[in-house]
C-alpha cells in the first residue's frame, strides 16, 4: 500500500511539471510557448499580441527575455539572450514585408544611425527576399545572443551569419519598441502593458 501511495504522488508530481512545462499562451489561435531555452538561458515570454495593419490581422508576436520589463529602457539594458516570434497570421510578400522593415528603421532611427545601418537592411532584406513570401502559420525569430549577434532564422533555419552590431539589433527591435512603432497596442502588449 505505501508503495502505490508513494507511486502515485510521483505520478502526480510529474504530471504537474510536464504540464507546466508545456503551457502555452493562445495570441490569436498562434500557440507561443510561456518559457523556452535560448543558449542555456531560460527565458519568459514578457508578452505577446497581434500586429494589426487596418483592421487585418498581420501575424502574433511573442517577446521572450530572462526577466520581466515594463519599458522599452529595461528591454535594452537587460543580459543575456532575447527573442522576438513572430508567426504570421496572413500572406505577406516578402517585399511588403521589407518595406514595412525599412519604415520601422527609418521612423525609430537618426539620419547618422540609418547610414550605419544600411549594410544590415540590405543583408536582411536579402533573407526576406529569397523567402518570395510568408504564408499563416509560417514562423520568423528575431534572437539576440551575446558574443554571436543578432541571429535571424525562419521556419527554423538560421539564415546566413549573424548581424554582431548590438546597434543593429536595437535598431530592429525599435521596429516594436521604438516611439513609433508599427503597432501601439502590441508595443504595450509586448511589455505587459495591456489591460
Not at 498581420?58 to 532575447?82: M, N, Q
Not at 514562423?139 to 538560421?158: Q, Y
Request: charged residues 25%; glycine residues 8%; without cysteine.
Amino acid at each position: 500500500m505505501p508503495f502505490v501511495k508513494v507511486f502515485t504522488a510521483f505520478a502526480a508530481t510529474v504530471l504537474i511539471s510536464f504540464s507546466a512545462s508545456a503551457s502555452t499562451v493562445d495570441v490569436a489561435g498562434i500557440k507561443l510557448e510561456d518559457s523556452l531555452t535560448l543558449q542555456g538561458t531560460k527565458l519568459s515570454l514578457n508578452g505577446s499580441g497581434v500586429r494589426y495593419k487596418a483592421i487585418f490581422k498581420v501575424y502574433a508576436a511573442g517577446l521572450y527575455v530572462g526577466k520581466k520589463v515594463a519599458t522599452p529602457e529595461e528591454f535594452f539594458a537587460a543580459p543575456g539572450p532575447k527573442r522576438m516570434s513572430i508567426t504570421m497570421l496572413r500572406e505577406v510578400d516578402s517585399n511588403e514585408l521589407g518595406k514595412s522593415f525599412t519604415k520601422g528603421f527609418e521612423d525609430n532611427s537618426s539620419k547618422s544611425e540609418m547610414s550605419k545601418l544600411i549594410p544590415g537592411l540590405i543583408k536582411m532584406g536579402q533573407i526576406f527576399s529569397d523567402q518570395k513570401k510568408m504564408v499563416p502559420g509560417e514562423n520568423f525569430t528575431i534572437d539576440w545572443i551575446p558574443g554571436t549577434g543578432t541571429v535571424i532564422s525562419v521556419k527554423g533555419k538560421a539564415q546566413g551569419e549573424p548581424f554582431k552590431e548590438v546597434e543593429f539589433y536595437n535598431a530592429l527591435m525599435r521596429i516594436w519598441l521604438g516611439s513609433v512603432p508599427a503597432d501601439f497596442k502590441l508595443k504595450d502588449a509586448l511589455l505587459s502593458k495591456a489591460p
